[in-house]
T-cell receptor
Framework: KAGVTQTPRYLIKTRGQQVTLSCSPISGHRSVSWYQQTPGQGLQFLFEYFSETQRNKGNFPGRFSGRQFSNSRSEMNVSTLELGDSALYLC?????????????FGPGTRLTVL | EDQVTQSPEALRLQEGESSSLNCSYTVSGLRGLFWYRQDPGKGPEFLFTLYSAGEEKEKERLKATITKKESFLHITAPKPEDSATYLC???????????WGLGTSLAVNP
């Protein structure tokens, strides 16, 4: 069974630009969660989607948005990039996103903002 | 407020030197505790899920245990390839979100 895939793996952008990251969950998984990971801050929850609906949202500004498609694939978008947005962005999928089912992570997208 | 604390922040062991990593928590209504391993620049890799006090899970050199206030990840006779950051996360109450610890960075010297 294929794992969670994320594209692209690496991105370099400049301040003010916008970026879109993509995530394909494990087949059959309907919940997709996004996290931002920076040194010292650990994994920060961005949002979670289930059946094309955002069910949970973390404490991030409105510049961070996402969506989920009918095939459970998900995208996240960051507009008006800031230097502090440089991070590893991780996508995780789970069967139902109840909180007790296991989340499986993709390899991440490393975003560098110059 | 629900909290997860991992200790130590960093640990250096010699190959074969067994030790334990700690994940302590203050939550209401624990529903599940997860251990992950993360290599630099990669996504976390799932290791174990524990659901209630007294439960134990084992895989190769790793063994996870849990009480009402903390969980331990025991590493027996570690090898250099066990070097990684080990993350603890838990779900509690009616919240579907996971609460994450900051991790323990483990280095095993040959």
């Amino acid at each position: 069974k294929a794992g969670v895939t994320q594209t692209p793996r690496y991105l370099i952008k400049t301040r003010g630009q916008q970026v879109t990251l993509s995530c394909s969950p494990i087949s059959g998984h309907r919940s997709v969660s996004w996290y931002q990971q920076t040194p010292g801050q650990g994994l920060q929850f961005l949002f979670e989607y289930f059946s094309e609906t955002q069910r949970n949202k973390g404490n991030f500004p409105g510049r961070f948005s996402g969506r989920q498609f009918s095939n459970s694939r998900s995208e996240m978008n960051v507009s008006t990039l800031e230097l502090g947005d440089s991070a590893l962005y991780l996508c995780a999928s789970s069967l139902s996103g109840t909180g007790t089912d296991t989340q499986y992570f993709g390899p991440g997208t490393r975003l560098t903002v110059l | 407020e629900d909290q997860v604390t991992q200790s130590p922040e960093a640990l250096r062991l010699q190959e074969g030197e067994s030790s334990s990593l700690n994940c302590s928590y203050t939550v209401s209504g624990l529903r599940g505790l997860f251990w992950y391993r993360q290599d630099p620049g990669k996504g976390p890799e799932f290791l174990f899920t524990l659901y209630s006090a007294g439960e134990e899970k084992e895989k190769e050199r790793l063994k996870a245990t849990i009480t009402k206030k903390e969980s331990f990840l025991h590493i027996t006779a570690p090898k250099p390839e066990d070097s990684a950051t080990y993350l603890c996360a838990l779900n509690a109450g009616n919240n579907r979100k996971l609460i994450w610890g900051l991790g323990t960075s483990l280095a095993v010297n040959p």
